[in-house]
């Protein structure tokens, strides 16, 4: 359960985050990946090398470094959300001159070679996304992921048993399942959905009238599935004022998240697990910076990938967040 948003200032400054909500523990660190990278293509037992750095937060286990989200320097964003029931990758197996990818490395493939969106859904056909399983959910974990540039240009990367489905996203919103395309034509159930005030109206001649304020909300999904998450944070970011600046896009931010932001103890998993909220993070892809808070500490923390300039080629792991 996770949901992303992408935000642009009227300053013309893009902004990308999104919540991690997970039932699995995980432990993860901010990182920064130098351009020159060398990492395992655990696939083909080959290796990649990144072309650009990025800035991201993961967690390595069992030798395995995977990312959640992230920018590079080229002020290209992406997340990874689960998306289960519907994904469907090529099992493993070589296939001529395509370049194969492990699913769970799909985000740092992204953001190790590509400058913006058109990079990456060019990038994407000469790639075969394999499944794999990983070391935190011990499965094939189900994924898809959303990915923004500085230009606030939005796709939406899906495999399911259709093939590789690339969508543009005009609403600046995902979610997990269903697939988008479904979660774009549901919102057309909600075009009453309104920051007006209802008005009164007569049944036969009893007077009928709005309890106080935020009647053209009533018809909002007010639950934490996948669908209710999609559709608030929908409406959410069309109607909030356009920031003004990059301070004020940041706070716009975490108002829209906190909306669906999940307690711990509300949502069990069929493992008896609790699913919630274990962080929140914006980027701002003008200037590669991340804001973030975590379920335990509300504060936000800021780092800057270009805080950190080093000819190094070693990978540089920030801490935990």
Same mark, same amino acid.
């Given at each position: ?155 939406? &990367? ?6 590789? +489905?690339?969508?543009?996203? *005009?609403? =600046? @919103?995902?979610?997990? %399942? ?71 896009? &940041? ?6 998240? +906190?909306?669906?932001?999940? *307690?711990? =103890? @509300?949502?069990?998993? %069929? ?51």
């Amino acid at each position: 359960m996770c949901t992303a948003i992408s935000l642009q200032s009227k300053q013309g400054e893009t902004f990308f985050g999104r919540n991690m909500d997970f039932s699995y523990d995980i432990e993860p660190h901010l990182y920064i990946v130098p351009s020159g990278y060398e990492w395992n293509n655990v696939v083909t037992g080959g290796k990649f090398r990144d072309r650009y750095r990025f800035i991201g937060i993961g967690q390595e286990l069992d030798g395995l470094l995977g990312f959640f989200d992230g920018v590079n320097e080229m002020g290209l964003a992406a997340a990874a959300l689960y998306f289960a029931g519907y994904a469907d990758y090529d099992s493993v197996a070589q296939y001529g001159e395509e370049e194969e990818v492990a699913s769970f490395d799909l985000l740092h493939y992204i953001l190790g070679k590509c400058t913006n969106v058109e990079d990456v859904v060019r990038k994407l056909k000469q790639v075969k996304v394999s499944g794999v399983i990983d070391p935190v959910t011990k499965t094939v974990a189900p994924l898809h992921w959303i990915a923004v540039d500085r230009g606030g240009n939005c796709i939406v &990367i899906e495999f399911t048993a259709n093939g590789l +489905e690339i969508w543009r996203n *005009p609403i =600046g @919103v995902l979610a997990n %399942s269903p697939e988008f395309t479904w979660h774009m034509t549901n919102l057309r159930n909600y075009t009453e959905a309104s920051p007006a005030q209802a008005e009164e109206a007569y049944w036969g001649s009893y007077r009928l009238t709005p309890f106080g304020q935020a009647g053209g909300t009533q018809v909002l999904p007010g639950g934490y599935t996948s669908p209710a998450r999609f559709v608030r944070t929908a409406y959410l970011k069309s109607f909030v004022p356009a920031p003004e600046n990059r301070n004020d896009a &940041i706070v716009s931010c975490f108002h829209i998240m +906190e909306s669906v932001t999940i *307690p711990k =103890g @509300v949502v069990l998993t %069929s493992r008896d697990q609790y699913d919630y909220t274990k962080y929140t993070a914006f980027i701002n892809t003008a200037t590669c910076e991340y804001f973030f808070k975590t379920y335990d500490n509300l504060q936000v923390i800021s780092a800057s990938l270009f805080e950190h300039a080093s000819s190094d080629p070693a990978l540089m792991n920030l801490g935990g967040i």
